[in-house]
């Protein structure tokens, strides 16, 4: 055995053959069903990462936009902006605060915390036109209801994250990020340690869970064709964390 | 062979080994000396990902604390934040714009035109007391060199990825992100492409080597322990990048 293959390192697979996913429809088997055809066994320590629309159409978190009366506000954004004024309603029932909107950008904190575009609500990917696609309710609690189902199924215990693509101010292009984490900690903590030089390191905490989603996303071919994916290798930090645990206390906060 | 051997997905291998680096050093062979006593040959398509402390020190980018003569201005600020005035001397003469300055933190634009704390001046691992390291004074330069001499000495052609880790706007702990970019293009392109209902997609762009960057930090260990990782599995857009790519141009950001 050479050395490469006794230290294997940090693997990232995607998961394939997870079917079209239906309100309802129970997501931990159609996601362990497609890892048995595809010959992969979970194992105690892997991450499961999951992008969040296939847990959101799970959770039957689709808007039939025929369904939507936009208000006063909406119409007037989107007269603005030659936008779709049922979804800018959606969205803005969506946002708890909007924290910037110009030329026909809306970057929105969701009721979540999350800062993204248009609070997370998507009309790509949804099976059928006329519907958009909102975040999870509570993704830590849909990771939650994951991890329990493996270890109830399987009996291995694995950390589970939910992920969805957010574009950065400053940098272009889109990357993936953890909104919902359990059976980990999303951030590993260097503090008081120090580099051998004494001095104490720069970084105290690493944004792990985000590392992971980002990671998993190189597996997932183009974008949500594999929309799940298995880290195995990474020795994630113990304990129970929540993807709010990611997200800044506002007074600590140079960019709101 | 079960079918998770014959899809192994994309691995990320931390180099172990690289002995501590100083000014003037081949770096390139380092790198290449402690993949292979590691019995780890690089192969045609691989992505080298290297921290940019290692990149800055072997290029001298290292400053003596005792040459630097503070100004006015960062006499100023090192006194209302109780900092080093050398310090903060150094990193306005690395900066080209302040973003922020609040509570004694800097988030500035570096000459590159990447936005991070301090303008990238650390002085955590870095061998002396009393130095900080600069940023490398052109990351693309570095990693289309290191690119070259890997090509040069075992004629396979690689993509490598200089790396510094930042913290981001909104969310908690550090993540590593590219700075240098050299033989893959850092955006893959989904313009034009639509879902299966036939909606365009939402997200055009993914920054992928910021994903790789990101997914590297998993196999480094604790901070800079590590300096060097190879991503292998990984099929990334071909061309002739550059992180300046994956700047996003004033005009259409809405958080300067």
């Known amino acids: 055995m050479t050395p490469e293959a006794s230290s294997p390192g940090v693997r990232i697979i995607g998961i394939e053959g997870i079917p079209e996913v239906r309100p309802g429809d129970d997501l931990a088997a159609l996601i362990l069903g497609a890892a048995e055809r595809q010959g992969l066994a979970l194992e105690d320590g892997d991450v499961l990462v999951v992008t969040q629309k296939i847990v959101s159409k799970a959770e039957g978190r689709i808007v039939d936009l025929a369904t939507v009366e936009p208000g006063p506000f909406a119409r007037q954004i989107a007269q603005q902006w030659e936008k779709d004024p049922r979804v800018v309603e959606v969205v803005l029932r969506e946002t708890a605060r909007i924290v910037r909107m110009d030329r026909g950008v809306m970057i929105c904190e ?3 915390g999350f800062i993204c575009a248009n609070a997370g609500v998507d009309s790509s990917n949804v099976e059928r036109l006329g519907t958009v696609s909102l975040l999870p309710e509570d993704p830590d609690r849909s990771a939650d209801w994951l991890r329990g189902r493996i270890e109830e199924g399987l009996g291995v215990s694995v950390a ?3 992920t969805d693509t957010f574009g ?3 940098r272009e292009g889109h990357v993936n990020f953890a909104i919902g984490v359990a059976g980990m900690l999303p951030l590993l903590d260097y503090a008081g340690q120090n580099d051998p030089a004494g001095y104490e390191l720069r970084v105290t905490q690493m944004a792990v869970a985000d590392e992971l989603a980002a990671a998993a996303e190189l ?3 183009k974008l949500d064709r594999l929309p799940a994916a298995l880290v195995r290798g990474y020795a994630y930090p113990k304990g129970c964390g929540s993807a709010r645990d990611l997200l ?3 007074e ?4 709101r």
Request: net charge positive; proline share 11%; hydrophobic share 35%.
């Open 110 to 112: 969701t009721k979540h």
């Open 160 to 162: 589970v994250i939910i």
């Open 168 to 170: 950065r101010p400053w």
């Open 219 to 221: 597996a997932q071919g």
């Open 248 to 250: 800044r206390d506002p």
């Open 252 to 255: 600590r906060d140079l960019f």
